[in-house]
Structures are given as structure tokens and as C-alpha cells.
């Protein structure tokens, strides 16, 4: 695991390391509540743009080849889809 912080200012003092951990210690919940969302977003058929566009946009651009190697199938829902997702 890796792990980026950027800091403002010149210190990195007691008060702000136990504030990271907060969250921190909440990121696989904050994960799943993101990709909860992301999955919810998808299934809104009234929009225009989301998470609809991003799958599509991102699934045209590979090729047929690539998809196979990236989800084994060709056949792409948006659990599969969500399942290569890596957030960072």
C-alpha cells in the first residue's frame, strides 16, 4: 500500500496526525459508500452524463482485445465494470 499526503504549511504536528487517522481509519467505508453512489448514479436513466458516460466513453475506446484482457468478457455490466475501478 501506498499512501500520498500533501501537507500545507511546514509542520506536521500531533494535532493534524490524529486528524488524518479520522479518515484514514474510515476509507473502506468512504469506498464503498463511493462506489455505492457511483453504481446508484448509473442506474439514473434521466441523465445525460455521469457515470453512464463515463463507462461508455471509457468501454469505446478500447478495443475488443483490450476489453478481454481487462474484464475477461466482453459482456460489461456496471458491476463488472466498477469491480476494475481503483480509487486513489
Known amino acids: 500500500m501506498s499512501l500520498d499526503l500533501n501537507i500545507e504549511g511546514s509542520k506536521l504536528t500531533e494535532d493534524l496526525v490524529l486528524e488524518m487517522r479520522k479518515y484514514i481509519d474510515h476509507l473502506p467505508?468512504?469506498?464503498?459508500?463511493?462506489?455505492?453512489?457511483?453504481?446508484?448514479?448509473?442506474?439514473?436513466?434521466?441523465?445525460?452524463?455521469?457515470?453512464q458516460l463515463f463507462m461508455e466513453h471509457h468501454l469505446e475506446e478500447l478495443d475488443e482485445d483490450?476489453?478481454?484482457?481487462?474484464?475477461?468478457?466482453?459482456?460489461?455490466?456496471?458491476?463488472?465494470?466498477?469491480s476494475r475501478l481503483v480509487l486513489k
Open 29 to 51: 467505508d468512504l469506498a464503498k459508500k463511493a462506489f455505492e453512489y457511483l453504481s446508484e448514479d448509473y442506474q439514473n436513466e434521466n441523465q445525460t452524463d455521469g457515470v
Open 66 to 82: 483490450e476489453l478481454e484482457d481487462l474484464f475477461g468478457t466482453l459482456d460489461i455490466d456496471i458491476d463488472l465494470f466498477l
